[in-house]
């Protein structure tokens, strides 16, 4: 994908969008604790309860996606009048969703799944709904709410169907006419054999599975196989875009003109779920900001790539998906960018929140040599993604004299992001990282050679200071002083 699209589509464009989520929406409680004893009641484990987090779930997922993409999300559904319908709204409240469009029924429960977690295993999960079509008051409502939504301009629309009821047959027609009125495109996650509810609607993104239930039959997940499927979908459905989301296979969009076949991102796979709910909502988000199809269905598959390396339920952010095109333009050799101030203060935020640990470490990197890469290599060791400080070239020349850098800022960072080992790179101008640091916060700051750890700026702002060795015989000015010797030599 062009760097040019793709930077755009995450910095400017997708902050513009007015996207609708409506289906199933629920919250998903994790109970953790830990297990040492049986109990004396019953030949059960005790799990003695140490911390409970609560996330957006089912179509609450697609929307906290959304959200996280920058995008302005309007929540559309049908909950109950209960404590879980409070902690549901202060869910939406911080991800910035307007939930305008939740409807309160005294007739459901707010569809809530607990899951008991000990040792990092699933114990067990207690589901609270009652399943049943929308009765006639709430779907009313609700398309009141869509055709208000409708008439103030949105972009796009999500329908997120987990077989709970918001999402019957006359419900979704309506939705999908009401879209097609307004000339807006509209995205279906499915659920169930039973399709002839989504028909006419614009995408469609089943997984393996729900694919071979469409078409009545198990299919496998070959392309061949996948690709029959879907056209059969696609004719029968009257469905423009079939996407089929194919786990460690990547993604296939089947539709009249053509296929496309991309293969998946991830380099690790912790947990899939949400992956299909990453998806519809990127996807969407990039076809309303008029992408073309094939950009649209890459930058889709690669948030899915993000989220399946993450545990549990887990939206895609902004800043983790520029992170990646950035680093894919370098790669492709079309164009880079090193990530901005602001950009990197939200990304460590996002890793942080996420409970993964941040190691920063700064400086010129003027020739990169063996020593620097062995230095980062080892502070990468520390946590889970490294952060790379460098001196912009007026803060190397404030340092080092006026004849350096050698090479370029843009230079030095791209040649930087380009090790496996550091995940990102951010310029600072100031003679000292320090309020680079105070935005990043990282929990490990490492330096490297003599300094001593109250010698080192910005450490206040960092969890603790670690001082690596550099490599004894390695050093830029010692490059520079062999380059001139051989200069004056007449050896060069």
Same mark, same amino acid.
């Not at 990282?433 to 990282?442: A, E, S, V």
């Given at each position: 994908?062009?760097?040019?699209?793709?930077?755009?589509?995450?910095?400017?464009?997708?902050?513009?969008?007015?996207?609708?989520?409506?289906?199933?929406?629920?919250?998903?409680? #994790?109970?953790?604790?830990?297990?040492?004893?049986?109990?004396?009641?019953?030949?059960?484990?005790?799990?003695?309860?140490?911390?409970?987090?609560?996330?957006?779930?089912?179509?609450?997922?697609?929307?906290?996606?959304?959200?996280?993409?920058?995008?302005?999300?309007?929540?559309?559904?049908?909950?109950?009048?209960?404590?879980?319908?409070?902690?549901?709204?202060?869910?939406?409240?911080?991800?910035?969703?307007?939930?305008?469009?939740?409807?309160?029924?005294?007739?459901?429960?707010?569809?809530?799944?607990?899951?008991?977690?000990?040792?990092?295993?699933?114990?067990?999960?207690?589901?609270?709904?009652?399943?049943?079509?929308?009765?006639?008051?709430?779907?009313?409502?609700?398309?009141?709410?869509?055709? /208000?939504?409708?008439?103030?301009?949105?972009?796009?629309?999500?329908?997120?169907?987990?077989?709970?009821?918001?999402?019957?047959?006359?419900?979704?027609?309506?939705?999908?006419?009401?879209?097609?009125?307004?000339?807006? !495109?509209?995205?279906?996650? !499915?659920?169930?054999?039973?399709? %002839?509810?989504?028909?006419?609607?614009?995408?469609?993104?089943?997984?393996?599975?729900?694919?071979?239930?469409?078409?009545?039959?198990?299919?496998?997940?070959?392309?061949?196989?996948?690709?029959?499927?879907?056209?059969?979908?696609?004719?029968?459905? /009257?469905?423009?875009?079939?996407?089929?989301?194919?786990?460690?296979?990547?993604?296939?969009?089947?539709? /009249?003109?053509?296929?496309?076949?991309?293969?998946?991102?991830?380099?690790?796979?912790?947990?899939?779920?949400?992956?299909?709910?990453?998806?519809?909502?990127?996807?969407?988000?990039?076809?309303? *900001?008029?992408?073309?199809?094939?950009?649209?269905?890459?930058?889709?598959?690669?948030? *899915?790539?993000?989220?399946?390396?993450?545990?549990?339920? #887990? !939206?895609?952010?902004?800043?983790?998906?520029?992170?990646?095109?950035?680093?894919?333009?370098?790669?492709?050799?079309?164009?880079?960018?090193?990530?901005?101030?602001?950009?990197?203060?939200?990304?460590?935020? %996002?890793?942080?929140?996420?409970?993964?640990?941040?190691?920063?470490?700064?400086?010129?990197?003027?020739?990169?040599?063996?020593?620097?890469?062995?230095?980062?290599?080892?502070?990468?060791?520390?946590? +889970?993604?490294?952060?790379?400080?460098?001196?912009?070239?007026?803060?190397?020349?404030?340092?080092?004299?006026?004849?350096?850098?050698?090479?370029?800022?843009?230079?030095?960072?791209?040649?930087?992001?380009?090790?496996?080992?550091?995940?990102?790179?951010?310029?600072? %101008?100031?003679?000292?990282?320090?309020?680079?640091?105070?935005?990043? +916060?990282?929990?490990?700051?490492?330096?490297?050679?003599? #300094?001593?750890?109250?010698?080192?700026?910005?450490?206040? #702002?960092?969890?603790?200071?670690?001082?690596? !060795?550099?490599?004894?015989?390695?050093?830029?000015?010692?490059?520079?002083?062999?380059?001139?010797?051989?200069?004056?030599?007449?050896?060069?």
């Amino acid at each position: 994908m062009g760097n040019s699209l793709g930077v755009e589509f995450l910095t400017v464009k997708v902050q513009q969008l007015k996207i609708a989520v409506i289906g199933d929406v629920m919250l998903d409680r #994790y109970f953790y604790g830990e297990v040492k004893r049986i109990s004396p009641e019953a030949p059960v484990p005790v799990n003695h309860v140490k911390r409970i987090t609560s996330v957006l779930g089912g179509a609450g997922n697609v929307a906290a996606n959304l959200a996280h993409l920058g995008c302005k999300v309007y929540m559309g559904g049908v909950t109950g009048r209960d404590d879980n319908r409070k902690l549901l709204e202060g869910k939406l409240k911080e991800a910035g969703i307007n939930y305008s469009g939740l409807v309160p029924s005294p007739k459901r429960s707010t569809i809530t799944k607990l899951r008991i977690i000990g040792a990092r295993q699933q114990m067990v999960r207690l589901d609270f709904e009652e399943v049943g079509d929308l009765l006639n008051q709430e779907g009313e409502k609700l398309l009141a709410w869509l055709q /208000k939504m409708l008439k103030s301009g949105l972009d796009g629309i999500v329908l997120s169907d987990y077989a709970k009821g918001v999402c019957s047959q006359s419900f979704c027609q309506q939705v999908i006419e009401l879209a097609h009125k307004h000339k807006v !495109p509209i995205l279906v996650d !499915p659920k169930g054999s039973d399709w %002839t509810k989504y028909t006419g609607c614009d995408f469609i993104t089943p997984n393996v599975k729900e694919m071979g239930e469409a078409v009545g039959k198990a299919i496998s997940n070959e392309d061949s196989s996948v690709q029959q499927a879907a056209a059969l979908a696609r004719d029968k459905f /009257k469905i423009k875009n079939v996407v089929v989301t194919r786990s460690e296979k990547g993604v296939t969009l089947v539709n /009249k003109d053509t296929v496309i076949n991309q293969s998946a991102t991830a380099q690790e796979v912790f947990d899939v779920s949400g992956a299909g709910d990453t998806v519809a909502a990127v996807l969407l988000a990039a076809v309303a *900001a008029q992408m073309p199809l094939a950009q649209a269905l890459d930058i889709s598959n690669k948030a *899915a790539g993000i989220v399946v390396s993450k545990v549990g339920t #887990y !939206p895609v952010h902004r800043e983790e998906l520029l992170q990646n095109v950035l680093a894919e333009s370098r790669i492709n050799g079309t164009g880079y960018r090193p990530m901005s101030r602001k950009e990197i203060v939200s990304l460590a935020k %996002t890793w942080r929140a996420a409970g993964e640990k941040i190691v920063f470490t700064n400086g010129c990197f003027d020739i990169l040599h063996v020593g620097h890469v062995t230095y980062l290599e080892q502070a990468a060791k520390l946590g +889970r993604h490294l952060i790379v400080g460098l001196n912009s070239d007026s803060s190397v020349r404030k340092l080092k004299g006026a004849t350096r850098p050698l090479v370029h800022e843009n230079d030095r960072a791209r040649v930087l992001a380009s090790l496996g080992c550091v995940d990102a790179v951010v310029l600072f %101008t100031e003679a000292t990282p320090t309020q680079l640091i105070k935005g990043i +916060r990282p929990d490990v700051l490492v330096k490297g050679g003599d #300094y001593k750890i109250e010698e080192v700026a910005g450490r206040e #702002y960092a969890g603790e200071v670690k001082i690596l !060795p550099f490599e004894e015989g390695y050093s830029t000015t010692g490059l520079v002083e062999k380059i001139v010797k051989l200069v004056k030599e007449g050896k060069l």
